[in-house]
Nanobody, 127 residues
Framework: QVQLVESGGGLVQPGGSLRLSCAAS????????IGWFRQAPGKEREGVSC????????YYADSLKGRFTISRDNAKSTVYLQMNSLKPEDTAVYYC????????????????????WGQGTQVTVSS
């Protein structure tokens, strides 16, 4: 059974950092691009970052470049999202997701590309 479980969310002050984890089970993480998305109250789910399976190429939403870093540890079947210099507008539920198809050479921040989703982890940035 394919399963993705996010962890690492919480309450942090503006300017602080968090590292989210996405632990995969039931499939070989090595072969799939993994994406991070977020959804704030009353807003659409939006793409944050993704990492390809082939060479670990990374992609970011333009507004987040330089603050967020995605990485993967295939040996641990885990993908991470390091978030620095957090702002109140980063408050959202963060989800990880696996691409529909394995062996992709790249990834896109398009929800429709991703077929398996985790339950999400809440990130709240507030003083």
């Amino acid at each position: 059974q394919v399963q993705l479980v996010e962890s690492g969310g919480g309450l942090v002050q503006p300017g602080g950092s968090l590292r989210l984890s996405c632990a995969a089970s039931g499939f070989n993480l090595d072969y799939y691009a993994i994406g991070w998305f977020r959804q704030a109250p009353g807003k659409e789910r939006e793409g944050v970052s993704c990492i390809s399976s082939s060479d670990g190429s990374t992609y970011y939403a333009d507004s987040l470049k330089g603050r967020f870093t995605i990485s993967r540890d295939n040996a641990k079947s885990t993908v991470y999202l390091q978030m620095n210099s957090l702002k109140p507008e980063d408050t959202a539920v963060y989800y990880c997701a696996a691409d529909h198809f394995p062996y992709g050479n790249s990834c896109r921040l398009q929800k429709a590309d991703f077929g398996s989703w985790g339950q999400g982890t809440q990130v709240t940035v507030s003083s």
